[in-house]
């Protein structure tokens, strides 16, 4: 994972910005019925018929964002997608196209941005989604991906942040705090790593944490399970700064509070036990680790039966008046004010 | 124009990310019917009912872009909008969304950030387009802007660049050259400030071309043209990295060639002055020179009486069979082959 195992070094100069453009997006097939027109022309043009639209976009960051250092080129191309996707499953919708910018200094040949690419080309295949334009240029320095995914949905079906209301069922999915744990093992490699480059990084025991830093998957699986349902949430977000910060945005938006339950916050064995190797508290981590890109939703009381026992979905309170504030019940039964203590880019 | 008015320097660590974004979005109203939901969810709403939509991006690198000793942050702001918008007008579309990212590195006060915005947000009221959505960040060096547009139309009215057909006519708006000339202007006198930084530049004679350079307008005003005079091109394409590059990829993708006059290329007299007095050729300037993001398409010969005339529109030439290539009549009538000078990122 820490290797170069990339021997050709083609400089990006040989080819030129648009036969650079031609080359990586000529893996694209278009495959969506709600695409008229793609890559070629000076914008892409969709067509969605009665249905409403979903836009959602982002911006990564060499050094900010992610470190190559520990992230292959494949999997961030990859992960690009899926952070954008999540917001639009975060609306109930179904995303169908995608933009992809991208800037790299010199310093990249173009075999790293095939690698990007081939990473960017297997999640629009695994999402079934099209590339349908998108800019390709040079930056001073560092990779800089902006990405724009478009969705949509009948206009019935969108979820915002704003519809949860009292006494609605506070509903997560998958598990929570992985992604975070798997980076601090990768942190942790990468500076055994400066210190003893011959040493071979043993992840074999944190093959899941790391699985969810590198490569996460966005949860457009939830939203086909609501379709199957007949399930439509009260409010939904999307879990990226971490499950404290999002329930914020969700009691904010819908101006309402909550209790969540320390003991029903899903959490994976993994994740546990090495929170007990690094010596920190797994609620903690499960509660402020980003990244984790699962949905926080509410639903109303009488959905609760069509929910009830799928493997996929816990409940992990419910929602409240807004004058009751939003609080962590602990094991012990204490009640705790719920802080953002998400991620903060400005705070250096 | 290259003085820092701007005395109070908040940093933006001071305010955090979601009250950044907050205070640098609440300026923007939503006036767009075709705008459900905005900016604060995980993704904005869109609907257009039986319309085509059209999307766009546009990545903006400082250093690499734009040059901030030269280019106020509030035109960056303005012009980082009209670049988009003039793809959308290029599809004989009309933009109502906007979608900006932004990331900057810490040597940005939150002033900066303001006056890029109150920039973006003169755009968006000239333009009538609503700013839905986007990204603030860090970045670890410089600026970086990221603008998605979209737009829609009736899906007749949807202009590609590959309808040309043999004897259309090649049509420009405006005047060429201007914008690249402005830029060698300002580059010129920031040379000057660096020697002798009392020296006040005397940019009056230039005022037109440094206007075309930090302050460009996408020709929205001609697709209004093209539907009170019942025109629909049959292909189109803005001019952004100048007339050789765009001529060749409008023939290309609509696999003819062209003829083009050198005598009818629309020239401005102070574009002309200013060549004369840098010693370049007019005609190079105008057709390699980018960035005038002024319109280039073709209309059926049948059309030709209802642009004629108008001081907008100058006919410069006919499409030709792709056998016959592309070319340049001089006013000593030579057949000049054209090749694409455009701007080349990757030419370090």
């Known amino acids: 994972m820490f290797e170069n195992k990339n021997d050709k070094q083609t400089p990006l100069s040989e080819l030129g910005e648009f036969a650079l453009i ?3 997006t000529k893996q694209f097939e278009i495959t969506q019925k709600s695409t008229v027109t793609s890559i070629g022309d000076d914008a892409a043009v969709l067509e969605f018929s009665d249905k409403q639209i979903v836009v959602s976009t982002d911006l990564l960051i060499e050094g900010v964002h992610f470190d ?3 992230m292959p080129l ?4 990859y992960k690009a997608v899926v952070v954008n996707l999540s917001d639009v499953c975060a609306m109930n919708a179904v995303a169908s196209q995608i933009t992809v910018s991208i800037a790299v200094s010199n310093r990249f040949p173009l075999e790293a941005l095939e690698a990007l690419y081939s990473g960017i080309a297997k999640a629009a295949k695994r999402y079934n989604i099209d ?7 040079s930056s001073t320095r560092g990779m800089i991906i902006s990405i724009t995914a478009i969705g949509s949905a009948v206009a019935e079906h ?7 209301k009292p006494n609605d069922l506070l509903v997560v999915t998958g598990d929570l705090g992985g992604a975070y744990l798997g980076l601090q093992v990768l942190e942790r490699e990468k500076e055994v790593f400066k210190v003893n480059p011959q040493n071979q990084p043993d992840l074999e025991p944190y093959t899941y944490l790391v699985e969810r830093q590198l490569k996460p998957e966005a949860r457009n699986d939830i939203i086909s399970l609501f379709k199957a349902l007949e399930v439509i949430p009260t409010s939904m977000i999307d879990i990226s700064d971490g499950l404290s910060s999002e329930l914020l945005h969700l009691c904010k938006s819908s101006e309402v509070g909550c209790d969540i339950y320390e003991d029903k916050i899903p959490l ?7 929170c007990e190797e690094f ?4 609620t903690t981590i499960a509660i402020n680790g980003g990244e984790d890109y699962e949905l926080l939703f509410t639903i109303d009381q009488g959905d609760f039966d069509k929910i009830k026992g799928n493997p996929n979905l816990t409940v992990i309170g419910f929602i409240k008046e807004s ?18 203590k998400g991620w903060k880019v400005f705070n250096a």
């Open 74 to 77: 494949e999997h961030l191309g």
């Open 279 to 282: 010596n920190v508290d797994s």
């Open 323 to 340: 004058s009751a504030g939003a609080h962590l019940i602990t094991r012990s039964d204490t009640r705790i004010p719920i802080e953002a």
């Open 158 to 164: 969108i979820v915002k942040r704003s519809g949860a």
């Open 268 to 274: 994976d064995p993994q994740m546990i036990s090495t």
């Open 22 to 24: 031609d080359h990586l």
């Open 131 to 137: 590339v349908v334009g998108g800019d390709t240029t």
């Open 68 to 70: 190559l250092s520990y």
